[in-house]
């Protein structure tokens, strides 16, 4: 028995595949902009970008999908980033994900809380892209999601 092939099928299947193997990534940021920045920033990588305008969003899209990494800025509505960083490590299916903190500030209060956590980092802004990039990859490429 011959099979048929149909390319229009076959090219859809290997983009849904490519869709369904990208890098997930959660940006986490009050500033529209700077979520638009670096989403499309992330989406010229070929990553899939999830986006939260507060940390009560940015604590159900991490429940929600398998992240590979999450992006956080600090200074958020609902739950700032600090309490978010502290419920993901909580939790267990969040604990291992990597969060990269990008914020304007570097406190008292901000340094102690990600100096010693493991899988983790900070960007001050302004954020230099090339610098963002380079942090990205190491950090999906150190902390593969399992």
Not at 67 to 92: C, E, H, Q
Request: some cysteine; aromatic content about 8%; charged content about 20%.
């Amino acid at each position: 028995m011959a099979m048929s092939f149909h390319p229009t099928l076959s090219v859809q299947a290997e983009e849904d595949l490519a869709v369904s193997v990208a890098p997930q990534i959660l940006v986490a940021d009050d500033d529209p902009s700077m979520v638009r920045l670096l989403q499309e920033t992330l989406q010229l990588e070929g990553y899939k970008v999830y986006c939260a305008y507060d940390g009560q969003m940015a604590l159900r899209l991490a429940q929600q999908f398998a992240l590979d990494l999450i992006i956080l800025d600090v200074n958020m509505p609902m739950t700032n980033g600090l309490k978010v960083f502290a419920y993901l490590r909580a939790s267990v299916s969040t604990a291992k994900i990597p969060v990269i903190f990008v914020t304007g500030e570097l406190s008292k209060d901000v340094y102690p809380a990600i100096a010693t956590a493991q899988r983790v980092a900070h960007l001050k802004k302004p954020v230099d892209l090339e610098s963002f990039n380079s942090l990205v990859k190491l950090f999906l490429a150190q902390y593969p999601s399992s």
